[in-house]
């Protein structure tokens, strides 16, 4: 994603020319152009979503000293639910880095330095200390145990800082800091998730070919490296021994925010605002089992099932689709987007299956893989995590049997899902059978949607799940 705003011009443009009027009879015109002033430009961080007040440097793309072309990525950068590569919009040469990896900065402060050709570099590394931006160190690293809701492994950003000392100026220009992921002035670019993987498994990221943009080091070629390690030795000792399990909690410490968890904790105290109400609901899921069973092979999950089938019912009740912003009005959503709520290391987020009443199953399960893809590597777009008219939360993978989900600003209502489970039940003839039942929790803004609503909501989906076969229409 392109962000045109974010390079702005800081220099003296050329004056305007000047008249003269010569000696004689007739006035002669004589242009006269003042010399044009250096064009540095400078690197803003920017506002990746509508929640973000500062923003972490993932990686430099670019090194100081490098010519960048319009349209290449030059930084990667860590808003409040993912990363992003931020493209420059001018050709130049990227002059000055005020903001070292792993240190975040407010957003609108400056982050680099941009010049025009190679004589300003010089120039540019003067001016900055002047413009440098106010920076915060980055958190004290710290290894949880997983905590994944559906099928997403749980990426951890891990990042080292490199900052520049202002007593290292000398004749106005600093000293480029030699950073410790690059060899010989190259920088390694990886995402966090590669990085946390490579840290777990003692991989050198200098020795990973990136399959990513621009040669970016992405998890899979480093779990690559990890499985041609263990080809290498046999498979019986794939790794050394330190690199089988990763580092654990580090009982006792203080760990802050991350820049994610910051933005979540944000958005649950917002939600206490929204008076809110809870209907669960009982479903037999022995139909959908047997159709998950016979099309699992074709790519389809049960994300994508779930999906669909609550997609479907929102199409019989807008009312349960719907969300109020502003306490005087709702809106009738006029797209069904279905999130799904995925628990990571450092927050959490909710990718989006846009439209799931219009896309057949086999395209959502593609569509819902791709989300799982971008999540882990954290380059998800804000359009596919921001978007979502109603929430799917499922922790049925952990055996979870019941739960209540909390609100998601600005939405109507989120669904948790609980585990299917072989149950006991009597039947309409005073029959006693064993079935697969799963407990469905709703919680729904009250000012919008009332419980008369919700259970009709909720029997329309009962029906969907237990008589599945509209689902691979």
């Known amino acids: 994603m392109s962000y045109s705003h974010l390079l702005h011009t800081s220099f003296i443009p050329k004056a305007p020319p000047s008249l003269r009027c010569g000696s004689g009879g007739d006035a002669n015109l004589t242009w006269t152009t003042l010399p044009i002033q250096s064009k540095i430009r400078e690197i803003f961080m ?31 950068v860590e808003s409040d639910k993912a990363d992003m590569d931020v493209e420059s919009f001018y050709d130049g040469y990227l002059a000055a880095i005020i903001v070292d990896e792993g240190l975040s900065a407010a957003v609108g402060s400056t982050i680099a330095l941009l010049a025009e050709s190679e004589e300003e570099i010089a120039l540019a590394q003067s001016q900055k200390s002047s413009s440098s931006a106010p920076v915060s160190a980055p958190a004290p690293a710290a290894t949880e145990d997983p905590k994944v809701l559906d099928e997403i492994p749980s990426p951890q950003t891990t990042t080292s800082a490199s900052v520049f000392s202002n007593a290292a100026v000398s004749s106005g220009a ?62 019986a000792t794939a790794v050394p021994t330190e690199m089988a399990k990763p580092k654990g909690v580090e009982l006792g410490s203080v760990v802050p925010f991350t820049t994610m968890q910051g933005a979540v904790s944000r958005n649950m105290v917002e939600s206490l605002a929204v008076p809110t109400f809870r209907v669960g609901y009982t479903i037999t899921t022995d139909a959908l089992d047997a159709l998950y069973k016979k099309i699992k092979s074709k790519g389809v999950t049960m994300s994508a099932l779930l999906a669909k089938a609550t997609a479907l019912a929102l199409v019989k009740h807008p009312v349960v689709n719907s969300s109020c912003r502003d306490g005087k009005s709702f809106t009738y959503n006029s797209h069904i987007n279905i999130a799904v709520a995925v628990a990571i290391d450092g927050g959490l987020i909710t990718p989006v299956l846009q439209d799931a009443d219009k896309i057949d199953l086999y395209s959502l399960s593609r569509k819902w893989k791709e989300l799982v893809d971008k999540a882990r590597a954290k380059q998800l777009q804000p359009n596919e995590y921001s978007t979502g ?57 009250h000012r919008v949607i009332y419980g008369a609503d919700l259970a009709a909501f909720l029997q329309t989906l009962a029906k969907i799940i237990e008589d599945p076969k509209d689902l691979t229409l």
């Open 46 to 76: 920017p506002a990746l979503s509508s929640t973000m007040t500062e923003g972490k440097i993932v990686s430099w793309v670019k090194s100081e000293g490098d010519k960048l072309a319009k349209g290449e990525s030059v930084v990667v």
């Open 389 to 445: 008219t109603f929430t799917l939360s499922n922790l049925g993978m952990f055996g979870v049997d019941r739960f209540d989900a909390i609100l998601p600003p600005g939405t109507g209502a989120i669904m948790a899902v609980g585990a299917s489970q072989p149950t006991l039940v009597g039947t309409k003839d005073g029959r006693i059978g064993l079935k697969n039942q799963m407990q469905v929790n709703v919680t729904a803004d």
């Open 174 to 235: 600093l000293a480029s800091a030699v950073h410790p992921a690059s060899e010989g002035g190259k920088r390694v670019v990886a995402s966090p998730y590669a990085k946390k993987l490579a840290k777990d498994f003692g991989v050198d990221l200098r020795g990973v070919i990136g399959s990513g943009p621009n040669g970016r080091v992405v998890a899979k070629d480093v779990e690559a490296k990890v499985a041609a390690a263990k080809v290498s030795s046999g498979g």
